[in-house]
Structure formats: structure tokens, C-alpha cells
């Protein structure tokens, strides 16, 4: 097992962990009232119902809506989360709500994999001292991997700065640590490496004397997150990314080179054909202005929508004379399963269309018959330090291997996210395997 993988099984096993302790918060009821208010977090579902003892407490409670207050019998209930107006449960947990007490029970993850933590909000303020404040920090993710997390001064740099916390795995809901009051500049990075940014606001501002809760919720690309600061028994304030991700495959005949720029940011200069650029963050907007040139010589200029928290690749095909390009839409997310991996075809050889993914020799659902320029869907499979992974090419018929001359095939780690790349420049197309979680 890889010390990636293991990293990933042991976030896991925490998110569990922590999903549990924080639903079994709280003594027995012993008569009197609760108090439980509820946040939706979700990724993927913008409008929930949540029932409380079998009976609707808060409906249609829409993506990074707080509730106010309801008063309940102290007791243990049942708590399901559907998707608003639906009578299926999405999920369903047992919670003790003790007499006395407030909770904001905060929905989070994918619909697929739904989870609801009951956060107390009873921490008594008379021990913070004077000019402080106290925060804790909860990674509301399945899908986005452990981060480190800063709050400093605006002009502070990362390199030399201690995390505020460090190695917040996915699940995790860390303790209280107690720092001066005032405005921080949030950043929030990959595990160890202060250059990835996964989240970057300015301005929040932490009161004298109050707890909150910072949650980081996971962007669509998988990657990027969201923060939501929550005071405690008070406001909540959203701190939503405004960057998307973008990168350039230069997939052009005859050692083509592509130049593109987007939302002023110089993404590749001369990439020569064929590889794989690296992500980068763009102003996300409706209109972001974007160019592109082969060779030297300029063949797309326009605007395109970047959606806040999204993953893109603008993938440059075909010939210097026709030239052709697509933007694909990439979901970086971790399975959830330690167990599983995932991976994708992207034909980015014109002349080749109806290219199929193969694994151990087996075609993957969804990823046959993929035409020229297309990404085919992402599909799960098992993870493995041998894996024999193939492109069939019915147009030439032959067999592209990623890697002929390794033996034992390539690996694919529990929680991985892979691409294969089928790429022209060379005089026989290329594959290129693309780890896209390191």
C-alpha cells in the first residue's frame, strides 16, 4: 500500500469516525427542551428536507441555508435527509439531543454518500480571554482529501507560515484552538504544499470572546473547496471560492505547439504536442476571455463560462490547418471506496474515432465507441499495483498500451482519479496516464 493510499484509507476511517461521535453527542434527555437549527452542505443537492422524528422540521432548506432554531423534547430521534419534495430517504441516523442544549445539525457530502453531524453549541465564552477568539475547523468532504488550512495576514507568505491546522483529514471535525481576535486572510492548501491553493479569501473576520466553526465543503471539481463560517448559537457567513481550475492538452499533428491564455492567465507557452499541461486557477465568470494558438499563430479568441470550484481541460486537436478544440468538464472527486479507483478515456486524435477503454482486458461501462474530442465518462474500478490498461482502435486495428514495455501494467490506487490520454504530435498516437490526485 502506498503512503498515499494509506493517508486516504486513514481519512476515511476518520470521516466515519467523526460522523458518529458528533451524531452521539450529548447525555440522555431526562425531560426538557433542545434546541437544533440545520445547515444544508451538500455538493450536489440544492434543496432538502429533514425530518426530525419522523415529522418535517426543515423543508426545502436550500445549499448554504441556515435555519433558525426549533424546540424539541430532549430525547433520541431519528433523522432523515431526502431531497425536497421526495419521500425516499437520502439518509437516515440516530441522534441524542440532550435537554438544555443547541445543535446545528449541518448536511454535507455528495447525494450519493450523504452525512449529517450534529455540532453542540454550548461552549462556555467566559473562557476565552480577553481580545481572543476560539475556532475549530470541520472538513465537511468525502471527495476533496485532507488539506491544511491558514489564517493569517493578508500579505503573509504560506511558505513561511505555520498552518492554523494542519492535516485536516476528510470527516474530521478538529477542536477549539484559541487565537487573537481580528481580520485573517483564509487560505486553505493541499497537505504539505503551501503552492496548492484549494481556497483563498480575504477579509474574515473572527469577534472577540465568540466560538465558530469554519467548514470547508468540497467544489465541484473535486479539488477546490468552499468555506462556511458559523458562529456559535448565531450567524453564519458564506466564503465561496471565485477561482476555477483550467489546464491545456496540446494534442496537435506533427509536434504541433499550443500558446493559450485564459481570464488573463498564460496557461501553456509552446506546449509542444503531445502533453499535458498543469491546472491553474482562473477568475471563475460567464464570460472569461480565452485565446488560443498553434504554431505561433492565433486560432480562437472568445469568452467562456467558468463555473466557481469547477475543473476544466481545454483539449487542442487536430491539424495546425484544422484546427479543433473542446472543453471538458473534469471531475477530480475521490471515490469514496478505499478500494476503488477512477478513470477516463480522452480521444484527442482526430483521425481516430470509436476508441475503448479497457481494463485487465475487460471494456469499461461507458467508455466505448469515444469519438474524437470527447472525454468519455468516468467509471470505477477495483485498485490495483497491476493493472493492464489498453486502448482499442477499431479504425487502425490495433491495441495502444499506455506502457508495452512494463510488465506488470500500471497502478491504480484506492482513491485514485486517472486519465488516459490518447494524444497526437508523435508519428503514432500516444497514451499518457495521467494521475490527476498525486
Not at 35 to 64: E, H, M, W
Not at 154 to 159: R, T
Not at 262 to 274: D, E, M, R
Request: net charge neutral; aromatic share 6%.
Amino acid at each position: 500500500m502506498t503512503s498515499a493510499s494509506f493517508s486516504r484509507r486513514l481519512a476515511l476511517m476518520a470521516a466515519f469516525a467523526s460522523t458518529v461521535l458528533l451524531a452521539s453527542c450529548g447525555s440522555s434527555s431526562g425531560g426538557g427542551t433542545t434546541n437544533i437549527r440545520a445547515l444544508n452542505l451538500t455538493s450536489d443537492l440544492p434543496s432538502a428536507d429533514v425530518y426530525v422524528g419522523g415529522n418535517l422540521q426543515f423543508g426545502a432548506l436550500a445549499t448554504g441555508a441556515l435555519t433558525s432554531y426549533a424546540a424539541l423534547d430532549a430525547n433520541s430521534y431519528t433523522i432523515n435527509v431526502n431531497s425536497a419534495g421526495n419521500s425516499t430517504a437520502l439518509f437516515t441516523g440516530s441522534y441524542t439531543l440532550s435537554k438544555d442544549s443547541h445543535y446545528t445539525a449541518v448536511v454535507w457530502g455528495p447525494q450519493a454518500s450523504l452525512r449529517l453531524s450534529t455540532l453542540p453549541e454550548d461552549e462556555d465564552t467566559t473562557l476565552i480571554a480577553a481580545g481572543n477568539t476560539r475556532i475549530r475547523m470541520f472538513n465537511a468532504t468525502t471527495e476533496t482529501g485532507s488539506v491544511d488550512v491558514y489564517l493569517t495576514a493578508s500579505s503573509a507568505d504560506l511558505a513561511s507560515s505555520t498552518a492554523t491546522q494542519g492535516g485536516l483529514t476528510s470527516g474530521t471535525l478538529a477542536g477549539f484552538r484559541e487565537i487573537p481576535a481580528g481580520t485573517y486572510r483564509l487560505r486553505v492548501t493541499g497537505v504539505g504544499n503551501p503552492d496548492d491553493i484549494r481556497l483563498d479569501i480575504d477579509n474574515v473576520t473572527l469577534g472577540s470572546g465568540q466560538y465558530a466553526t469554519l467548514m470547508l465543503t468540497a467544489g465541484s471539481g473535486g479539488v477546490l473547496v468552499n468555506g462556511q463560517l458559523i458562529v456559535q448559537q448565531g450567524t453564519n457567513t458564506a466564503l465561496n471560492n471565485t477561482k476555477a481550475r483550467v489546464r491545456i492538452v496540446a494534442s496537435v499533428d506533427t509536434s504541433g505547439s499550443v500558446t493559450g491564455a485564459v481570464g488573463g492567465v498564460l496557461l501553456a507557452s509552446g506546449l509542444t504536442s503531445p502533453a499535458v499541461g498543469t491546472y491553474q486557477l482562473i477568475d471563475a465568470g460567464t464570460n472569461v476571455p480565452m485565446t488560443l494558438k498553434v504554431n505561433g499563430a492565433t486560432v480562437v479568441t472568445g469568452g467562456q463560462a467558468l463555473a466557481a470550484g469547477a475543473d476544466y481541460t481545454i483539449l487542442a486537436y487536430g491539424s495546425a490547418a484544422a484546427f479543433q478544440w473542446n472543453m471538458i468538464t473534469d471531475d477530480n472527486r475521490l471515490p469514496i471506496s478505499t478500494s476503488r479507483a477512477k478513470i477516463r478515456l480522452v480521444n484527442g486524435v482526430a483521425s481516430l474515432d470509436g476508441l475503448t477503454l479497457l481494463v485487465n482486458f475487460g471494456s469499461i461501462s461507458a467508455s466505448s465507441n469515444i469519438t474524437a474530442g470527447v472525454a468519455s465518462p468516468y467509471a470505477q474500478t477495483a485498485s490495483s499495483t497491476g493493472t493492464q490498461i489498453e486502448v482499442d482502435s477499431p479504425t487502425l486495428g490495433a491495441v495502444y498500451l499506455t506502457n508495452p514495455a512494463k510488465a506488470n501494467g500500471d497502478a491504480l490506487s484506492g482513491q485514485g482519479v486517472y486519465t488516459l490520454f490518447v494524444l497526437s504530435g508523435k508519428p503514432a498516437p500516444l497514451g499518457i496516464l495521467r494521475n490527476e490526485r498525486p
